[in-house]
């Protein structure tokens, strides 16, 4: 049995054919219907004042992947939590769209703003463990400084494994059950 190894030789493209094709091998002309993600990027930092992954800035750059309808006019940004941990984008007109980005929290950095502690650590508190229909509470110690909304550490007792529970008030920190 004779195979032939010279049919790359042989072969051609036909001049009908590289139209269709050469939209595959170019990743920006696929990308020609769907937003392009450095826009949000760039929209979100002006609007902070800090770079993607500094304090205050974007936690991290907007998602290659995503499939945002194309923006005809100018992104539109605003915070959209009263802590200015995230930033609301959103694409006005026909398609439009609205995105979240979260904000790396700092002290200080241009337009993030963070919230008042609402426990300290050390202080003594209330852990409620909540469910479907009941609510167990015990006293704990808190681990670490948090803000109403903030997931910390808190311990039952000295040698209790630290858990994780969200501030719900001052003096008050629960844990949701199933």
Not at 82 to 90: G, L
Request: charged share 15%.
């Amino acid at each position: 049995m004779e195979t032939n190894t010279h049919w790359a030789g042989s072969w051609r493209f036909s001049p009908l054919a590289l139209p269709f094709l050469l939209p595959l091998c170019d990743p920006v002309a696929q990308a020609r219907n769907v937003a392009d993600p450095a826009a949000i990027d760039r929209a979100v930092e002006a609007f902070t004042g800090a770079a993607t992954g500094a304090p205050g800035g974007a936690r991290m750059p907007a998602d290659p992947r995503l499939q945002l309808a194309p923006c005809g006019g100018a992104l539109a940004v605003g915070w959209h939590t009263p802590a200015r941990t995230a930033v609301q984008v959103e694409c006005p007109g026909p398609a439009s769209w609205r995105i979240f980005v979260a904000i790396n929290p700092a002290a200080g950095a241009p337009g993030a703003a963070r919230a008042a502690p609402a426990i300290k650590r050390g202080d003594a508190l209330t852990v409620m463990v909540r469910g479907r229909g009941f609510s167990v509470q015990q006293p704990a110690e808190a681990m670490e400084s948090g803000a109403v909304g903030d997931w910390i550490f808190v311990r039952t007792s000295r040698k209790a494994e630290a858990l994780r529970a969200r501030i719900a008030r001052p003096g008050l920190a629960v844990i949701p059950a199933g």
